[in-house]
Antibody, heavy 118, light 104 residues
Framework: EVQLVESGGGLVKPGGSLKLSCAAS????????MSWVRQAPGKGLEWVGR??????????DYIAPVKGRFTISRDDSKNTLYLQMNSLKTEDTAVYYC?????????WGQGTLVTVSS | DIQMTQSPSTLSASVGDRVTITCRAS??????LAWYQQKPGKAPKLLIY???TLKSGVPSRFSGSGSGTEFTLTISSLQPDDFATYYC??????FGPGTKVDIK
């Protein structure tokens, strides 16, 4: 059974940093492309970025509002995906989800709340 | 970047109505498209993947079709539990802005 479990969310001041983790199980993590998705309060779903499997180059892509501030990485030995968030802004307040499609079906974690506020 | 659009943004319908939501991609994405249902305060629920494959456990009144740049989600007979917001998503990429289905 595919499982994704996010952690690391919390309250942080504007300009601060936070690192989210997503622990994966139930599939071959090293072969999977992984994405982060967020949803701000009362807003729609927003894809944040994605990291490819190392066999596909292992590169990450991001949406414009987070480029240069957020970094997606992976540790295939730990089956874990990360999202390092720096220079956080109030508009980054959202529930953050990790998602993947190791086969064709898409799986989501339960989400972790990030609140950026002074 | 491939952008996703949805229409309509809001849809008012009655129980028993046939409902169709359209999702368009700015360039071809083959059949790499998923549909989600989301209710307030809840995580999104996957309905359809690979454009037309119904996720196990999802009622058969939901169906998806399309390929390339144009896709549709159809609810054959709207039920009270179906009033929600629906999103399309290109695999590993952008979501559409959502379609809210509310009560007429």
């Amino acid at each position: 059974e595919v499982q994704l479990v996010e952690s690391g969310g919390g309250l942080v001041k504007p300009g601060g940093s936070l690192k989210l983790s997503c622990a994966a199980s139930g599939f071959t993590f090293s072969n999977a492309w992984m994405s982060w998705v967020r949803q701000a309060p009362g807003k729609g779903l927003e894809w944040v970025g994605r990291i490819k499997a190392k066999t596909d180059g292992g590169t990450a892509d991001y949406i414009a509002p987070v480029k240069g501030r957020f970094t997606i990485s992976r540790d295939d030995s730990k089956n874990t995906l990360y999202l390092q968030m720096n220079s956080l802004k109030t508009e980054d307040t959202a529930v953050y989800y990790c998602i993947t499609n190791p086969y064709y079906e898409i799986y989501w974690g339960q989400g972790t709340l990030v609140t950026v506020s002074s | 970047d491939i952008q996703m659009t949805q229409s309509p943004s809001t849809l008012s319908a009655s129980v028993g109505d046939r409902v169709t939501i359209t999702c368009r991609a700015s360039q071809s994405i083959s059949t790499w498209l998923a549909w989600y249902q989301q209710k307030p305060g809840k995580a999104p629920k996957l309905l359809i993947y690979k454009a037309s494959t119904l996720k196990s456990g999802v009622p058969s009144r939901f169906s998806g079709s399309g390929s390339g740049t144009e896709f549709t989600l159809t609810i054959s007979s709207l039920q009270p539990d179906d009033f929600a917001t629906y999103y399309c998503q290109q695999y590993n990429n952008f979501f559409g802005p959502g379609t809210k289905v509310d009560i007429k």
